[in-house]
Structures are given as structure tokens and as C-alpha cells.
């Protein structure tokens, strides 16, 4: 059975999980998470995917996981010299039939509980604190989108409180505003808060933040629908980033003018927006592309070149500089 693990690429397809040894992994993996040993969950998550003889609900388990962390702590796939976990065991030895993707039921959040929610054994006060010292006081934005992830699954009213004083008194970016707000909702908190968001002032309903894709207005997923279909056509892997890209967008200027003008699902605001997120994948993948040959190929005419590069703006104040695409001369 597959009972040494080393840290490196474990035995490849040459070794074999038997089913014994599922839940000693589960427990190992969450202890390591526990602990805070995330490179050492990260290499034994994509050692177990490269097992061969594991059921789809593990296989399927560890990927989702897998993705978590190196979405959470993207340095992870760095230092591991190989894919991202999007690509990291694409089918499991074992000869499972049908992908674990499609065949095992969506249960993220199932889960994600699973891996962060604190031990009935543990010292439940000590863990409080250090969850709010790291939201506070955290060394990095990763650190403090663990300590968010762990927060939501505290029993203790007063960090509500905490998360809500974080959030009212110190400047952060958007995307870390919202991640703020799903946990305040996932914790049942409910009520209205006021923040800058891209230096605008919104009064937000803690209890209308969107935790899954269904709870965003139509036209998102219209939106993402039309880039994906586009950037296809260049390159078949441009619409998974494409996805993971409008959702850190959608993160961003939720609640603002410009999710505001999104939400309409005018088509104009459709058009535009799938042809920002089709500039800034492509830049980011190539590090170039042609604004005017995408411009036209979704049928924005120059009257709406505001309203186009109005969007772009957007899209660079969620992201960042590497995919501000092409500069005017």
C-alpha cells in the first residue's frame, strides 16, 4: 500500500492507494493543514493524485483541495516544478470511468470544512486568538485569506465583531473586502456595512454577498461565456484562466458602479466586459495583444470605446500590471 511518502513525487502511476489507507490520509492531510505545513499538504496532495487504485470521491476530494491551496498560496506551484492542480492528475489511474470532475458532486465547501474546521480536543480560546492576531496581523494577504477560511468555521461571536472592525478600519484591496464579507455571511452575520471600494463608497447587505457563481447577476456568466468561447480559438487553455480571472474581477468591483453597470445586462455592458477579460487573458498569456483586432471581433464600435476601456480600467485595478495590455502611444 502506498504507506511511504517522502515529499517528492511519491511512486507515479507505479504506486497503489489501497482503500485502507483513504482516511489515514485524510487525517494526515488535515493535520498538516492544522499545523500550518501547507508545502508539505501541497506535495502530499499531488503524491496521493498520482496514485494509482483510489475511489473518485478521494480522487476527486484531493484535487478540489489541491486547487484550494495553490489558488490560496500560488508560490506553491512554483516551488513544486510542476502544473497547477488544474492539470495535475487530469485522470486518475486507477481507470475510473468518466472524469472525477464531472462524476462526484460538488462538495467544496464540504470540503473545505473538512480541512480548516477546529478539533472538539483542541484549546478552542487559543485558537480564537490566533485567528484574529493573523487577520490582523498577518505577514502576508495569504496568511490572512487562511485566517478568513478558518474564521468562518469558529463558534464565537466575537469574532464577527473582529472581522467587522478589520474590514471598517483598514485599507485593503477589494478582492480581500469580499473575501471579508463571504465569510461574515457564511458566519449567518446580516446587516448593512459601509466601505470604500475603487474609491467609491458603498453601503453593502452582508447577507446578499455571492458565495457561489449562481448568486451574480446573469450577465456574468454571459460574459465569461463569450471570452471563453473566444479565446478558445487561440488557445485551448486560455478559458480556464479566463474563469479564474473573472472571478478575482467579479471579487473586485462587486457592489460598485461598474458591477452596477455589469448587472444591467445591456449588451453593450456584455460585449465590452467579455472583450476586457478576453484582452487582459491574452496579454497575460502573451504578453501582448491586438485591442483593436478584439474590439472588433466583438462588435464594439468607437462609440463605445469609453464605455470598452472603461471596463479595461476595471479589469487592471482588480488584477494588476501584468495584463494592463497595450499602452497608447
Same mark, same amino acid.
Given at each position: #500500500? ?15 492507494? &489501497?482503500? +485502507? &489507507? %483513504? ?10 493543514? /492544522? ?18 487504485? =483510489? ?12 486547487? $484550494?491551496?495553490?489558488?490560496?498560496? !500560488? ?7 510542476? !502544473? ?7 485522470? !486518475? ?5 468518466? +472524469? ?10 464540504? #470540503?473545505?470544512?473538512?480541512?480548516? @474546521? !477546529? ?24 496568511? *490572512? ?20 472592525? $478589520?474590514?471598517?478600519?483598514?485599507? #485593503?484591496?477589494?478582492? #480581500? =473586502?469580499?473575501?471579508?464579507? =463571504? ?17 467609491? %463608497? ?6 446578499? %454577498?455571492?458565495? *457561489? ?23 485551448? &487553455? ?5 474563469? /479564474? ?11 460598485? +458602479? ?14 465590452? $466586459? ?7 487573458? =491574452? ?7 491586438? /485591442? ?34 497595450? @499602452?497608447?502611444?
Amino acid at each position: #500500500m502506498a504507506d511511504h511518502f517522502d515529499g517528492g513525487d511519491g511512486g507515479g502511476s507505479n504506486v497503489y492507494l &489501497m482503500p +485502507s &489507507m %483513504t482516511e489515514e490520509y485524510r487525517r494526515r492531510i488535515r493535520r498538516l493543514l /492544522e499545523t500550518e505545513r501547507f508545502g508539505e499538504a501541497h506535495a502530499l496532495l499531488r503524491f496521493l493524485l498520482d496514485c494509482r487504485g =483510489q475511489d473518485g470521491e478521494a480522487y476527486a476530494e484531493w484535487r478540489r483541495l489541491l486547487r $484550494w491551496l495553490e489558488a490560496v498560496f !500560488p508560490e506553491l506551484v512554483a516551488l513544486s516544478g510542476r !502544473p497547477s492542480g488544474s492539470e495535475a492528475g487530469a485522470e !486518475p489511474a486507477g481507470g475510473l470511468a468518466g +472524469s472525477p470532475e464531472e462524476d462526484a458532486p460538488d462538495d467544496e465547501e464540504a #470540503m473545505r470544512g473538512r480541512a480548516l @474546521r !477546529p478539533r472538539e480536543d483542541g484549546d478552542r480560546e487559543a485558537l480564537i486568538r490566533r485567528v484574529i492576531g493573523e487577520l490582523k496581523r498577518g505577514s502576508s494577504p495569504e496568511r *490572512r485569506l487562511l485566517a478568513l477560511e478558518k474564521a468562518a468555521y469558529l463558534d464565537a461571536p466575537e469574532v464577527d465583531q473582529a472581522i467587522l472592525e $478589520w474590514l471598517r478600519g483598514e485599507p #485593503m484591496h477589494p478582492s #480581500m =473586502q469580499f473575501r471579508a464579507l =463571504q465569510t461574515l455571511r457564511r458566519r449567518g452575520v446580516t446587516g448593512r456595512v459601509l466601505l470604500n471600494r475603487a474609491g467609491e %463608497t458603498v453601503e453593502l447587505e452582508i447577507e446578499r %454577498t455571492p458565495l *457561489r457563481p449562481e448568486d451574480y447577476p446573469p450577465a456574468a456568466g454571459e460574459v465569461l461565456e463569450r471570452a471563453c468561447r473566444a479565446t478558445e480559438s487561440y488557445d485551448p &487553455m486560455l478559458p480556464q484562466f479566463a474563469r /479564474e480571472l473573472w472571478e478575482e474581477i467579479l471579487r473586485s468591483i462587486y457592489g460598485t +458602479s461598474d458591477y452596477e453597470w455589469l448587472a444591467s445586462g445591456e449588451e453593450e455592458a456584455v460585449d465590452c $466586459w467579455a472583450a476586457a477579460l478576453h484582452l487582459a487573458v =491574452q496579454t497575460a498569456a502573451y504578453g501582448r495583444a491586438d /485591442e483593436a483586432e478584439i474590439r472588433a471581433a466583438y462588435g464594439i464600435p468607437e462609440s463605445l470605446r469609453f464605455r470598452f476601456e472603461q471596463a479595461c480600467r476595471a479589469v487592471r485595478r482588480a488584477v494588476g500590471p501584468a495584463v494592463e495590455g497595450p @499602452r497608447k502611444s
